[in-house]
Nanobody, 125 residues
Framework: QVQVVESGGGVVQAGGSLRLSCAAS????????MGWFRQAPGKEREFVAT?????????YYLDSVKGRFTISRDNAKNTVYLQMDSLKPEKTAVYYC?????????????????WGQGTQVTVSS
């Protein structure tokens, strides 16, 4: 019932910014916790950020991106965003958006049920 599509990836210079969008279908979108994950070549998919369902008034981030990344949601548009500032070249990866019907803070990829196809973010030095 839930389809997730990421967009907004591309190539950016080190220190630059990108804003990723995650469009989700389904009337239950506003109820779902959403998360962003990333996966670099040859590495495991790792947690980046998450936002609670409903108001989206609770967010949590990977320590290394705190202060640089911002997750937000617009329930009227069924969309969640990831604003990424001060991008680092070593963090080039495919970024994935995902949703979970579970309550509470969720930071493991195994806790998310619906995934997008991913969008490539390449940071050049």
């Amino acid at each position: 019932q839930v389809q997730v599509v990421e967009s907004g990836g591309g190539v950016v210079q080190a220190g630059g910014s990108l804003r990723l969008s995650c469009a989700a279908s389904g009337r239950i979108f506003s109820l779902l916790r959403m998360g962003w994950f990333r996966q670099a070549p040859g590495k495991e998919r790792e947690f980046v950020a998450t936002i609670n369902g409903g108001r989206g008034d609770s967010t949590y981030y990977l320590d290394s991106v705190k202060g640089r990344f911002t997750i937000s949601r617009d329930n009227a548009k069924n969309t969640v965003y990831l604003q990424m500032d001060s991008l680092k070249p070593e963090k080039t990866a495919v970024y994935y958006c995902a949703s979970t019907g579970r309550f509470g803070l969720r930071t493991s990829k195994d806790e998310y049920d619906y995934w997008g196809q991913g969008t490539q973010v390449t940071v050049s030095s």
